[in-house]
Protein backbone atom coordinates (compact mmCIF):
# COMPACT_ATOMS: atom_id res chain seq x y z
CA UNK A 1 0.00 0.00 0.00
CA UNK A 2 0.88 3.68 -1.00
CA UNK A 3 0.66 5.88 1.86
CA UNK A 4 0.31 9.30 0.69
CA UNK A 5 -0.22 13.04 2.93
CA UNK A 6 -1.89 15.78 0.63
CA UNK A 7 -2.31 18.68 1.86
CA UNK A 8 -1.93 22.57 1.01
CA UNK A 9 0.52 24.55 2.86
CA UNK A 10 1.80 27.66 3.27
CA UNK A 11 5.33 29.36 3.65
CA UNK A 12 5.32 29.04 7.48
CA UNK A 13 3.36 25.46 7.44
CA UNK A 14 -0.22 26.67 8.69
CA UNK A 15 -2.90 24.19 7.20
CA UNK A 16 -5.95 25.33 9.00
CA UNK A 17 -7.00 28.50 11.18
CA UNK A 18 -10.20 28.04 13.42
CA UNK A 19 -11.19 25.01 11.91
CA UNK A 20 -11.43 25.83 8.62
CA UNK A 21 -8.58 27.09 5.82
CA UNK A 22 -6.88 30.75 5.69
CA UNK A 23 -7.41 30.90 2.10
CA UNK A 24 -9.94 30.10 -0.94
CA UNK A 25 -8.11 29.02 -3.73
CA UNK A 26 -10.67 26.84 -6.00
CA UNK A 27 -8.32 25.33 -8.09
CA UNK A 28 -6.78 23.72 -4.97
CA UNK A 29 -9.94 22.56 -4.00
CA UNK A 30 -10.44 20.82 -7.45
CA UNK A 31 -7.12 18.94 -7.46
CA UNK A 32 -7.73 17.65 -3.90
CA UNK A 33 -11.13 15.97 -5.54
CA UNK A 34 -9.62 14.72 -8.35
CA UNK A 35 -6.57 13.49 -6.72
CA UNK A 36 -7.98 11.82 -3.91
CA UNK A 37 -10.65 10.87 -6.01
CA UNK A 38 -11.51 6.72 -6.24
CA UNK A 39 -9.23 6.32 -3.11
CA UNK A 40 -9.59 5.84 0.25
CA UNK A 41 -9.06 8.75 2.45
CA UNK A 42 -7.90 8.72 6.19
CA UNK A 43 -8.87 11.97 8.46
CA UNK A 44 -8.47 12.80 11.93
CA UNK A 45 -12.39 13.85 13.89
CA UNK A 46 -11.99 17.26 14.03
CA UNK A 47 -11.09 17.75 10.05
CA UNK A 48 -13.90 15.69 9.05
CA UNK A 49 -15.72 18.16 11.26
CA UNK A 50 -15.05 20.98 9.29
CA UNK A 51 -15.91 19.44 6.24
CA UNK A 52 -19.33 21.39 5.04
CA UNK A 53 -21.99 19.22 5.33
CA UNK A 54 -23.06 19.16 1.27
CA UNK A 55 -19.43 17.54 1.46
CA UNK A 56 -20.15 14.64 4.33
CA UNK A 57 -19.05 12.38 3.72
CA UNK A 58 -16.73 12.83 0.88
CA UNK A 59 -18.24 11.84 -2.33
CA UNK A 60 -16.05 8.70 -4.32
CA UNK A 61 -14.23 8.21 -1.46
CA UNK A 62 -13.72 5.37 1.38
CA UNK A 63 -13.96 7.88 4.62
CA UNK A 64 -11.88 6.93 7.16
CA UNK A 65 -12.44 8.67 10.26
CA UNK A 66 -9.69 8.60 13.30
CA UNK A 67 -11.44 9.07 16.33
CA UNK A 68 -11.56 8.47 20.06
CA UNK A 69 -15.41 8.28 19.63
CA UNK A 70 -17.70 5.32 18.57
CA UNK A 71 -19.09 7.12 15.77
CA UNK A 72 -19.11 10.59 14.11
CA UNK A 73 -23.15 10.45 13.12
CA UNK A 74 -22.54 9.65 9.37
CA UNK A 75 -21.49 6.82 7.01
CA UNK A 76 -18.14 6.07 7.12
CA UNK A 77 -15.41 4.02 8.79
CA UNK A 78 -14.08 5.48 12.30
CA UNK A 79 -11.10 4.14 13.56
CA UNK A 80 -9.13 4.83 16.39
CA UNK A 81 -5.39 4.26 15.58
CA UNK A 82 -3.52 4.96 12.60
CA UNK A 83 -3.10 1.31 11.86
CA UNK A 84 -6.34 0.50 12.07
CA UNK A 85 -6.82 3.32 9.46
CA UNK A 86 -4.32 1.76 7.18
CA UNK A 87 -5.35 -1.79 7.79
CA UNK A 88 -9.52 -0.59 6.81
CA UNK A 89 -7.87 1.01 3.87
CA UNK A 90 -6.20 -2.07 2.83
CA UNK A 91 -9.46 -4.15 3.59
CA UNK A 92 -11.82 -1.61 1.52
CA UNK A 93 -9.26 -2.81 -1.74
CA UNK A 94 -10.19 0.74 -3.82
CA UNK A 95 -6.93 1.47 -5.00
CA UNK A 96 -3.11 0.46 -3.28
CA UNK A 97 -2.56 4.27 -2.54
CA UNK A 98 -4.64 6.01 0.57
CA UNK A 99 -4.67 9.82 1.27
CA UNK A 100 -4.25 10.86 4.74
CA UNK A 101 -5.91 14.36 4.63
CA UNK A 102 -5.40 15.70 7.94
CA UNK A 103 -5.12 17.82 10.10
CA UNK A 104 -2.18 18.08 11.98
CA UNK A 105 -2.26 15.27 14.35
CA UNK A 106 -3.39 12.47 11.73
CA UNK A 107 -0.57 14.34 9.60
CA UNK A 108 1.83 13.72 12.17
CA UNK A 109 1.35 10.11 12.65
CA UNK A 110 1.38 9.10 9.10
CA UNK A 111 4.54 11.00 8.08
CA UNK A 112 6.82 8.19 9.02
CA UNK A 113 5.46 6.02 6.85
CA UNK A 114 4.42 8.29 4.07
CA UNK A 115 5.99 7.25 0.92
CA UNK A 116 4.43 10.67 -1.31
CA UNK A 117 3.79 14.21 -0.14
CA UNK A 118 1.01 16.06 -2.41
CA UNK A 119 1.92 19.38 -1.20
CA UNK A 120 0.24 22.73 -2.61
CA UNK A 121 2.67 25.13 -2.04
CA UNK A 122 0.79 28.09 -1.19
CA UNK A 123 3.16 31.37 -1.95
CA UNK A 124 2.63 33.41 1.37
CA UNK A 125 2.53 33.69 4.80
CA UNK A 126 -0.57 33.24 6.86
CA UNK A 127 -1.39 32.92 10.67
CA UNK A 128 -3.03 30.07 11.82
CA UNK A 129 -3.51 27.45 14.40
CA UNK A 130 -2.46 24.09 12.42
CA UNK A 131 0.61 23.13 10.83
CA UNK A 132 1.79 20.67 8.88
CA UNK A 133 4.87 19.03 10.38
CA UNK A 134 8.45 20.00 9.35
CA UNK A 135 9.95 17.26 7.24
CA UNK A 136 13.78 16.65 5.95
CA UNK A 137 13.11 17.78 2.35
CA UNK A 138 16.82 15.63 1.40
CA UNK A 139 14.82 12.58 1.69
CA UNK A 140 12.43 13.19 -0.88
CA UNK A 141 12.63 13.58 -4.38
CA UNK A 142 10.75 16.24 -6.19
CA UNK A 143 9.00 14.55 -8.70
CA UNK A 144 6.92 16.89 -10.84
CA UNK A 145 6.11 20.60 -9.82
CA UNK A 146 3.11 23.15 -11.72
CA UNK A 147 2.71 26.19 -11.13
CA UNK A 148 -0.17 28.37 -10.49
CA UNK A 149 0.15 31.87 -10.50
CA UNK A 150 -2.41 34.66 -9.05
CA UNK A 151 -5.58 35.45 -10.91
CA UNK A 152 -9.18 36.78 -10.38
CA UNK A 153 -10.10 33.72 -8.40
CA UNK A 154 -6.66 32.67 -6.61
CA UNK A 155 -5.22 35.75 -4.22
CA UNK A 156 -2.01 33.73 -4.11
CA UNK A 157 0.49 32.08 -6.55
CA UNK A 158 0.75 28.59 -5.32
CA UNK A 159 2.67 25.00 -7.19
CA UNK A 160 1.34 21.39 -7.24
CA UNK A 161 4.09 19.79 -6.28
CA UNK A 162 4.44 16.02 -5.46
CA UNK A 163 7.24 14.47 -3.43
CA UNK A 164 9.02 10.42 -3.75
CA UNK A 165 10.70 9.71 -0.81
CA UNK A 166 13.87 8.46 -1.72
Known amino acids: MIVSLIAAV ?12 PWKLPDDMKYFMETTKGHAVIMGRKNFDSLPPKFKPLKDRFNIVLSRREEVGFDVCVVHSIEEAYQQAEKAGQDPEVFVIGGEQIFNLAMARADRLYITEIKTKLDGDTFFPAYNKSEWKEVSRKPHPTDDRHAYAFDFVLYERK
Open 10 to 21: TENNVIGRNNDL
